[in-house]
């Protein structure tokens, strides 16, 4: 079976604690701590992505770029990219598996986002300007 996003929607409305709403061509989750993912279908893939903070935040985007490249592979199922919004870039943390992934893959890969999200702004934060936290 390929997902679709209604059934991903019914999948991960299920998931105690987890808010779940179609936008357009996304479903957008929110955790208990109110975190949105968005979740997209793409082609063969389904793709999954958290906002982590501005690229204007960084103090120094070389260093953070290194240290990123350096300590994203200690984070199972999740990495960072640069993605553009309305014109500004944005580091998020995104996951990918495929669209004929069983159930529980599907809830295990937006779970462990939600987990490695935590740890990447925790991690990253002496990177960002005092005022950003």
Same mark, same amino acid.
């Given at each position: ?50 906002? *982590?903070?501005? =690229?204007?935040?960084?103090?120094? @985007? ?7 490249? #350096?300590?994203?592979?200690? &984070? ?20 990918? *598996?495929?669209? =004929?992934?069983?159930?529980?893959? @599907? ?7 939600? #987990?490695?999200?935590?740890? &990447? ?13």
């Amino acid at each position: 079976m390929t997902w679709q996003l209604p059934e991903l929607q019914s999948l991960l409305s299920a998931h105690d604690g987890w808010e779940v709403e179609a936008s357009d061509d996304t479903l957008i989750i929110k955790n208990e701590d109110q975190i949105e993912a968005y979740l997209a279908v793409a082609g063969e893939q389904i793709l999954v992505e958290v906002l *982590l903070f501005a =690229q204007q935040q960084v103090q120094d @985007v070389s260093a953070l770029n290194e240290f990123v490249l #350096r300590t994203h592979k200690m &984070f199972p199922l999740s990495t960072i990219g640069l993605s553009d919004l309305d014109g500004e870039s944005y580091y998020v943390a995104f996951g990918s *598996l495929s669209s =004929q992934s069983k159930a529980e893959s @599907v809830v295990i890969e937006v779970a462990t986002l939600y #987990r490695n999200v935590e740890a &990447f702004i925790e991690l990253y934060q002496d990177h960002l300007a005092e005022n950003a936290a």
